[in-house]
C-alpha cells in the first residue's frame, strides 16, 4: 500500500463497489525530475548558507579565543531548535493520527472518478506541508529564546525577598519569563493542534457525508480541556505578574492587587480547572451543554472576578482612602526602586553652604581650581580636527575626559583618536584596494590638558602630530580597532599598508599581531566571499596565506556580538597604557523584571554597570572584566559562559586606574533619584520634594546640564579625586537644593554620594547664574560686539565646582568665525557669590575677584610654545590637499563640494597666518 493510500484513510476507504475509475497511471516523470532537482538546488542552497554563516562566525569567535561562548550559543540555539519543532510536530501528528483512527467509515463521496483522490492527495499534502512549515516556525520561536533558558539553568538568587508572594527576587528574572513562554507556547499549540484537528474532521464529514460521531466529538473536547488548563496555568502566572502591575499610583502590586485581584486569578484556576474538568465529562454524555457550559461559566467569572470586582475595590474602597490603602505598597516600589538602580548606595551628606568661597577656600583647594575644566569636549573635538587631523582621512570622532598623573601632578585632561576615514580619500582613490588592502588604520591619539589654552585660545596639547610626540611614549599608536572603523581590511597582502604621512612621502608598514582571521585556504575565501560579499577576497592576486581579515572592527560591534546580552554605553573611551592604545567600553546588565522597580521610558527597571570590557586598538583582543561580583545577573551570565568573564583583579593596575563611573549610568540614576530620594511614603505620594536637572545655556540654546567630571576634593575627604557630578534644583524653581558625586579613583569607585544644601538658603542654581551673565552689562556688550561681527559665540558648560562648604561658578566663551571650524578659548566667566566677572583666563578672574591671592598660587595661561617648522608645512600640505580637492569638485559640477573645500582651505590658510605672525 502507498503512502498517499495511508493518508486517504484520513478521509475513509473508497467503496470497492463504487463505480469510480481507477487512479490515472500516467506520470509526468519530467515535471517530477525537474522538481526535485529544483528542491535539491534549494535545500542545498539553504544548507549552504546556514553552514557559511556557522563557519564563518566560529572562525570570527575563535580569533579572539571565544569559540566556547559560541558554541554555548550554537548548540543551545540547535537543541531548542529541533526540540520546539519535532514536539509541535509529534504533537500535531498524533492528533491527525487520532483524526484518522476515529474518523467514520464512509457514507458515500461527493465526488466519484478521477477528481476525487487527486483532491485528497492535494489536501493530504497540503496539511502536511503546512503543517511541517508551523513546526519550522515553532522551531525557530523557542531557538530564539536561548539566551532565557541559558538563564533559567544558571539562575542565581539575588538574596532579596518580595513582600508579598514572598519569592527571591531571582524568581521573577530568571524562572518566570521561561514559565511564560512555556506556558505561551504550549497555548498557541493546543489551538493550533484542534484548528488542524477540526479542519480534519470537517473535511472527512463533507466529503464522506458522514455525521459528527461521539468519538470526534471526545477527541475536540480534550484538546479544549487542555487549553482550558492552560489558560489556569496563565492565570496561576498572572499572580506573580501582579508585581508589574501599574494600577494603582506607583508601578507594582498596590492595595487592590493584593486583596482583589489576587484572590479573583486565584479563584479563576480553580474555575478554570473545573471549567475543563466538566468539558471533560462531556466527552462521556450526550448534548452540547458540556460544551457550553463551561465556556460560559469560565466567561462569566471572568468577567465579575478579573474586571469588575477590582474595579470596584479600585474605585470605592482605595480612592477614597488612597494614601491610608497604598502606604504600605508605596514603601514596597521605593524601596525595591532604590534597589535595583542602586540608589541605595548613595551615601547622604547635608552641609552647611556659605555665600561664596574665601580666599582661604581658594587657596586649600589649588588642585581642584587647578583642574577647572574650561575646555568643552564639543568644541575641542572640532578644534583637534582642524589642528590634528594632519590630512584629509583622518578624523577625531569623540573626545573623550580622562586623568592622568603628569609631573607628579593629578591632572584632568581631554584625548582623542584620530582613526581613517577611507571615505574622505579623493574619488579617485577609492579604489577595492585602498579601502580594504592599503588604508587599514588609524594613527595615535592627542591629548591637553582641561584648563590650559595658547595665547592664541587653542588647546594646549600635550600629545600631538603623526607620529606622536609628546609627555606619553605610544609604541603601538596604530589604530586597527575604534569608534568610526566599520569596514573590515585585509592586512599582510601584497600591498604595502600606510602607516602615516611624513612630509612629501609616506611611512608603510605589516600587521603584526595574530589575531585576525587567515585567508590561507579556497575554503576560507569563499566563506567570507559570501559573508562579506565581495568577491575581490576570492580573485585578488594580493592576498596570501599569510594575509588576515579584521572585520567587526568597531568596538561596540564587536563587543556586542561575542557578548549580545550586555548593554553598552554609548561612550567609549581610549586610554594610554605602556606605550599600547586600549579602549574601554562599559557594560551593563539590565532587567524589565524587577518587582516592585517602576520602570524608565525605555521599560528598564534594573541596571548595574558589572562588566568593564577592554579593547586593544591593534589587535583587536577583548578582555571582560567582572567588577561587580554582587550582581545576580552577571554571576548567572559567567556561569553560563564560563570562559568569558575575568576578575576586576587581572586588570593591568594602570588600566584600573583610569576606570571612571560611566556617564549613561550616572544620568539614568540621577532622573530616577529626582523623585526617589524621597523615602517617606507620604511625603513620596504628595510629590512634596521632586527635583529637576538644572538648564543651561549651552551656544545659544537652553538644555539641560550634563554630568561632568572633574577633579575635585570633595567635601571633608583629604585629597582630590576624579568624579562625576551633577546638581539639583527644586522642580519649577532654579535655585539648587543638592548635587551628586560618584567617586572613581581607587576603592571607593562606585560609591555615590548626594551633598544637600539648607532649604533656608537660597544658593545660585545654573539657570540664575546663566541669567546673571546675561543680565551683566559688560559681558552682554562684549558677547553682543562679537555675535555682530560675523563670528559665533559658543558658551560651554556652565560648570559648579563645590569649594569646601561653597559655590564657584564657571562658564568658559569660545569664539569661532563665520566660515571657519576653528572654535578658540577667548574669555572665562567666574561667578563667586554676588560678583560674577569675565577676563581672558580663570587666573584673572579669580584674581579680580579675590585681589589678594599670590600670583603663584593662581593658575596660569599655558605659554605659547614656538610650533616646529614641520607643523608650517603640514598646513601648508594639508592647504594643498584642499585645493586639489576643489579642483576636482569642479570638473566635477560639484559646486557645494567646490565651496566646501575652499571654505576648509581657507581656514588652514587663517591658521597658517596666524602660526606665522605668532612665531614672529
Not at 546556514?50 to 572562525?59: A, D, F
Not at 591619539?445 to 600631538?464: C, F, R, Y
Not at 611611512?507 to 575565501?525: H, M, N, P, Q, W
Not at 554630568?707 to 519649577?732: A, S
Request: proline content about 5%; charged content about 20%; hydrophobic content about 45%.
Amino acid at each position: 500500500m502507498s503512502y498517499f493510500d495511508e493518508l486517504d484513510k484520513i478521509w475513509g476507504k473508497v467503496s470497492s463497489g463504487s463505480n469510480q475509475p481507477q487512479r490515472s497511471t500516467i506520470k509526468p516523470h519530467q515535471t517530477k525530475r525537474w522538481l526535485i532537482a529544483i528542491g535539491a538546488l534549494i535545500a542545498l542552497f539553504i544548507f549552504a548558507s546556514i553552514s557559511k554563516g556557522i563557519y564563518t562566525e566560529w572562525l570570527w569567535f575563535d580569533s579572539l579565543g571565544f569559540s566556547s561562548v559560541y558554541m554555548t550559543i550554537l548548540t543551545t540555539k540547535v537543541w531548542l531548535f529541533f526540540v520546539g519543532a519535532f514536539v509541535f510536530l509529534a504533537l500535531l501528528l498524533i492528533n491527525l493520527f487520532l483524526a484518522r483512527r476515529l474518523s467514520p467509515p464512509t457514507g458515500g463521496n461527493i465526488l466519484i472518478g478521477q477528481g476525487l483522490p487527486v483532491l485528497r492527495r492535494a489536501i493530504d499534502i497540503g496539511i502536511l506541508a503546512v503543517a511541517a512549515f508551523i513546526s519550522f516556525i515553532f522551531g525557530l520561536v523557542t531557538s530564539g529564546h536561548w539566551e532565557m533558558v541559558l538563564r533559567f539553568a544558571h539562575a542565581t538568587d539575588f538574596n532579596v525577598i518580595e513582600p508579598l508572594l514572598e519569592r527571591d527576587v531571582g524568581f521573577y528574572i530568571f524562572h518566570l519569563p521561561l514559565y511564560h513562554f512555556i506556558q505561551g507556547w504550549l497555548a498557541w499549540a493546543a489551538v493550533l493542534i484542534l484548528l488542524f484537528t477540526g479542519t480534519v474532521y470537517f473535511l472527512n464529514i463533507g466529503f464522506n457525508r458522514t455525521g459528527f460521531t461521539r468519538w470526534m466529538k471526545g477527541h475536540l473536547l480534550a484538546l479544549g480541556t487542555v487549553i482550558f488548563f492552560l489558560i489556569a496555568w496563565s492565570y496561576r502566572l498572572k499572580i506573580f505578574d501582579l508585581l508589574y502591575s501599574e494600577r494603582g499610583v506607583i508601578f507594582g502590586a498596590g492595595y487592590t492587587d493584593a486583596h482583589a485581584q489576587l484572590l479573583a486569578w486565584r479563584l479563576l484556576v480553580a474555575i478554570t480547572i473545573i471549567s475543563g474538568l466538566l468539558m471533560t465529562i462531556g466527552i462521556f454524555r450526550r448534548g452540547r451543554r458540556w460544551l457550553y457550559g463551561p465556556i460560559a461559566l469560565w466567561v462569566t467569572i471572568t468577567i465579575i472576578l478579573g474586571s469588575i470586582y477590582p474595579t470596584i475595590v479600585q474605585r470605592f474602597e482605595v480612592e477614597p482612602n488612597e494614601l491610608a490603602r497604598e502606604k504600605f505598597y508605596i514603601k514596597n516600589n521605593i524601596q525595591f526602586t532604590r534597589l535595583a538602580f542602586g540608589l541605595d548606595r548613595i551615601e547622604v551628606r547635608d552641609i552647611p553652604i556659605e555665600l561664596a568661597p574665601s580666599e582661604e577656600d581658594i587657596l586649600q583647594n589649588s588642585a581642584t581650581i587647578n583642574n577647572i575644566r574650561l575646555w568643552d569636549y564639543r568644541p575641542i573635538k572640532d578644534t583637534y580636527n582642524q589642528i590634528q587631523s594632519i590630512r584629509l582621512y583622518y578624523d577625531f570622532t569623540d573626545i573623550d575626559v580622562d586623568r592622568y598623573l603628569i609631573d607628579g601632578s593629578y591632572r584632568q585632561i581631554l584625548i582623542g583618536a584620530r582613526e581613517l576615514s577611507p571615505e574622505k580619500l579623493a574619488s579617485q582613490a577609492q579604489t577595492w584596494v585602498n579601502r580594504r588592502l592599503q588604508f587599514t588604520h588609524g594613527y595615535g591619539v592627542a591629548m591637553s590638558p582641561t584648563n590650559e589654552v595658547t595665547e592664541q585660545g587653542l588647546p594646549n596639547l600635550l600629545i600631538k602630530d603623526v607620529p606622536p610626540i609628546g609627555i606619553f611614549e605610544i609604541e603601538r599608536p596604530e589604530i586597527y580597532f575604534g569608534e568610526k572603523t566599520g569596514d573590515y581590511v585585509i592586512v599582510n597582502t601584497g600591498i604595502a599598508e600606510f602607516d602615516y604621512p611624513k612630509g612629501d612621502t609616506n611611512v608603510y608598514t605589516r600587521y603584526e599581531a595574530e589575531t585576525g582571521i587567515r585567508l590561507d585556504s579556497f575554503l576560507r575565501k569563499l566563506a567570507f566571499t559570501w559573508q562579506l560579499g565581495d568577491i575581490n577576497i576570492l580573485i585578488s592576486d594580493e592576498l596570501s596565506e599569510n594575509s588576515q581579515l579584521l572585520y567587526r572592527r568597531n568596538i561596540q560591534e564587536r563587543v556586542n556580538n561575542v557578548a549580545p546580552f550586555l548593554k553598552l554605553d554609548s561612550d567609549p573611551y581610549i586610554v594610554i597604557d605602556n606605550g599600547q592604545l586600549y579602549w574601554i567600553q562599559d557594560a551593563y546588565t539590565i532587567s524589565d523584571r524587577y518587582p516592585y522597580s517602576q520602570p524608565n521610558a525605555s521599560g528598564v527597571n534594573y541596571v548595574r554597570n558589572s562588566v568593564k570590557v577592554v579593547v586593544n586598538a591593534y589587535d583587536g583582543t577583548v578582555t571582560f572584566y567582572l567588577i561587580d561580583p554582587e550582581d545576580a545577573i552577571v554571576n548567572t551570565y559567567a556561569s553560563m559562559f564560563p570562559a568569558l568573564f575575568r576578575p576586576i583583579d587581572e586588570m593591568p593596575e594602570i588600566l584600573r586606574e583610569h576606570l571612571r563611573y560611566p556617564m549613561d549610568l550616572f544620568q539614568l540614576q540621577a532622573s530616577v533619584y529626582q523623585t526617589y530620594h524621597m523615602t517617606d511614603s507620604r511625603v513620596f505620594y504628595n510629590k512634596e520634594d521632586v527635583w529637576a536637572i538644572p538648564m543651561e545655556t549651552y551656544a545659544d540654546a537652553e538644555r539641560s546640564l550634563e554630568p561632568y567630571y572633574v577633579i575635585m576634593r570633595l567635601p571633608g575627604e583629604e585629597h582630590e579625586e576624579f568624579v562625576l557630578m551633577l546638581p539639583f534644583t527644586p522642580t519649577q524653581k532654579d535655585n539648587m537644593i543638592t548635587w551628586l558625586a560618584a567617586r572613581s579613583d581607587g576603592d571607593k569607585y562606585g560609591k555615590l554620594i548626594a551633598y544637600n544644601f539648607p532649604k533656608d538658603k537660597l544658593i545660585y542654581g545654573p539657570r540664575q547664574i546663566e541669567a546673571r551673565i546675561d543680565q551683566d552689562p559688560t559681558i552682554s556688550e562684549q558677547l553682543t560686539l562679537w555675535g555682530q561681527k560675523g563670528s559665533t559665540v559658543i558658551r560651554g558648560n556652565l560648570l559648579v565646582i563645590p569649594i569646601e562648604e561653597s559655590i564657584l561658578y564657571v562658564e568658559p566663551i569660545y569664539l569661532r568665525a563665520e566660515r571657519g571650524q576653528l572654535p578658540e578659548l577667548k574669555r572665562v566667566v567666574v561667578a563667586s557669590g554676588d560678583l560674577i566677572v569675565m577676563e581672558k583666563t580663570l587666573a584673572e578672574c579669580l584674581n579680580a575677584i579675590y585681589a589678594g591671592l599670590p600670583t603663584e598660587e593662581l593658575p596660569a595661561t599655558a605659554p605659547s610654545t614656538p610650533e616646529k617648522p614641520d607643523r608650517l608645512a603640514e598646513l601648508a600640505q594639508l592647504a594643498q590637499e584642499h585645493y586639489d580637492k576643489a579642483q576636482e569638485y569642479l570638473k566635477e559640477g560639484d559646486w557645494a563640494g567646490w565651496g566646501e573645500e575652499l571654505a576648509k582651505m581657507a581656514e588652514v590658510l587663517r591658521q597658517l597666518v596666524q602660526l606665522t605672525e605668532s612665531q614672529e
